[in-house]
């Protein structure tokens, strides 16, 4: 079993949909949860970040993390053709040890 | 706040030559670190350093791959000789001390593209 888990898409949706992502992790000692984006030929981009179990909101993003499922995801609401992007879960135990999903491709067609 | 440095961006090079990329992180960020990224997958760690000291290099082929850390600030990759396997993007980050709360997540450079042909 991989240590992070996430469905590679591509996953197209039209504008405006709501967009959920998700990964699966198997390492229980894993505290703080991040998402990236990552635009074409960039490298990746903190978009949010989240400690222990709980909901974090940022505009249009939300951040889940159900540490007793071990299941972490991210929504977007209202999505934006500029929201194309690979989008990559990470994980870490305070730090000492960041593990990242392989990226989910995402397109939001106009 | 300026972010993370990394040169060059692209560079194409035949198998069994040399490359050195080259990584300056954000001001007083204690860790950094150097990762794999192949297409189509998440980023791999190749080596982690805090301050000049090596932290993790577990996934570094020391065979062909080494890095430094020149007084705690900028950073060295290099791979010699290079093979087509190392095709990849190599992503520098780096983050704040790891006992702050804000050290536990990471900012990444934009990346040197690398193609061994």
């Known amino acids: 079993q991989k240590e992070v888990e996430q469905d590679p898409g591509p996953l197209s949706v039209p504008e405006g949909a709501i967009v959920s992502l998700n990964c699966t992790y198997s390492?229980?000692?894993?505290?703080?949860f991040m998402w990236y984006r990552q635009y074409s030929r960039k490298g990746p981009e903190l978009l949010m970040y989240?400690?222990?179990?709980g909901n974090k909101e940022d505009g249009r993003f939300t951040a889940q993390v159900d540490k007793s499922s071990k299941y972490i995801s991210l929504f977007i609401r209202d999505s934006q053709p500029s929201d194309s992007a690979t989008y990559l879960c990470?994980?870490?135990?305070?730090?000492?040890?960041?593990?990242f999903g392989p990226g989910t491709r995402l397109s939001v067609l106009p | 706040e300026a972010g993370v440095a990394q040169s060059p961006r692209y560079k194409i090079i035949e198998k069994r030559q040399s490359v050195a990329f080259w990584c300056n992180p954000i001001s007083g960020h204690a860790t950094l670190y150097w990762y794999q990224q192949i297409l189509g997958q998440g980023p791999k760690l190749l080596i982690q350093?805090?301050?000049?000291?090596?932290?993790?290099d577990s996934q570094l082929p020391k065979d062909r791959f080494s890095a430094e850390r020149l007084k705690g600030v900028d950073s060295t990759l290099k791979i010699q000789p290079a093979k087509l396997e190392d095709s990849a993007v190599y992503l520098c980050a780096s983050s704040p001390a790891v006992s702050s709360i804000t050290g536990n997540t990471i900012y990444f450079g934009e990346g040197s593209w690398l193609t061994v042909v």
């Open positions: 390492n229980s000692a894993f505290q703080y």
């Open positions: 990470a994980m870490t135990n305070y730090g000492q040890n960041f593990v």
């Open positions: 989240t400690y222990s179990s």
């Open positions: 350093f805090q301050n000049n000291g090596v932290v993790d």
